[in-house]
């Protein structure tokens, strides 16, 4: 959003804490797996995160377009 909009309109929300929420109601969400790689991507403190998370998201081979975002997001 700060690329976007060049200020922060998160008014300090940490999405990652969102993601965790929500594969909480739902763990196997490969979607959601997906987001919090992307996530964790952007926060060197997460690593390990961002390498579960994509194995997990990478585990769902019905769904096309997340493998297609997969292959453009994480070669």
Do not use: C
């Amino acid at each position: 959003m700060n690329w976007k909009y060049k200020q922060d309109l998160t008014n300090g929300a940490d999405g990652y804490e969102y993601v965790k929420k929500a594969l909480a109601q739902n763990p196997d969400s490969a979607e959601m797996h997906f987001a919090a790689a992307i996530i964790a991507s952007s926060n060197p403190a997460r690593p390990s995160d961002r390498e579960e998370h994509l194995r997990k998201a990478r585990a769902a081979k019905s769904d096309a377009l997340l493998a297609q975002n997969l292959a453009s997001h994480f070669q």
